[in-house]
């Protein structure tokens, strides 16, 4: 039964972190029209992959948690 609660609780701590993406940093680089700003472009890259680092170890941590309190239920 606790495995069920566990199960239904995690998605929504996972979304918990997809909802800041909507924030933009203010500080506009002028680009021209054809013209690719590649610091822009690193910052994206790096904020995503802390997002995904994030979303990873919260989704493992639950998985363990889940693993161990099947394994403490099934032990009694």
Same mark, same amino acid.
């Not at 940093?25 to 680009?31: F, L, W």
């Given at each position: 039964m606790d495995v069920v609660v566990l199960c239904v609780l995690i998605p929504p701590m996972v979304d918990?972190?997809? %909802? !800041? *993406? !909507?924030?933009?940093? &203010?500080? %506009?680089? *002028? &680009?021209?029209s054809t013209g690719v700003n590649v610091e822009e472009l690193k910052r994206r890259l790096e904020d995503e992959r802390k997002k995904d680092k994030t979303k990873n170890i919260l989704v493992a941590t639950a998985a363990i948690s889940a693993v161990a309190v099947s394994g403490f239920i099934l032990s009694l």
């Open positions: 918990r972190f997809g %909802q !800041h *993406s !909507h924030i933009v940093n &203010t500080e %506009q680089k *002028s &680009t021209s």
